[in-house]
Structures are given as structure tokens and as C-alpha cells.
């Protein structure tokens, strides 16, 4: 009888253990993916604002001819 007990017991535990690790993983993949958002809008802004300023370098480049 004491076998099956801590079979069970293992079992139960082995399963408590994947379920937190589970949890774990779900909220480091959403932080992550909250990470990867927040840095492609600062990509983006920057991108928008080498875009500006290419377009004045090339209207003062214009200016000087």
C-alpha cells in the first residue's frame, strides 16, 4: 500500500511542479512579447525620424547648388 501511495504522491507533485513552470513560462513570454512591442515602436519612431531628417538634409543639399 505504501507504493502506490507515493506513486500518487510523485505523480501529483511532478504535475504541480510542470503546472508552475508552465505559469512561469506564459508570463516570461508575455513580458517578452510586451519587450519585442515596445521596441519595434521605438524602431519605428527612429526610422521615421532618419527619415526627416534626410528629407532636410536633401532639401539644405538642394539649397546650396
Given amino acids: 500500500m505504501f507504493w502506490p501511495m507515493l506513486a500518487i504522491a510523485l505523480g501529483f507533485a511532478g504535475i504541480a511542479v510542470l503546472g508552475v513552470l508552465g505559469i512561469r513560462v506564459f508570463?516570461?513570454?508575455?513580458?517578452?512579447?510586451?519587450q519585442v512591442a515596445h521596441s519595434t515602436s521605438r524602431i519605428n519612431r527612429a526610422a521615421e525620424e532618419l527619415e526627416r531628417a534626410a528629407a532636410d538634409a536633401a532639401r539644405t543639399g538642394d539649397a546650396l547648388r
Fill in 27 to 34: 508570463t516570461e513570454a508575455e513580458r517578452l512579447g510586451r
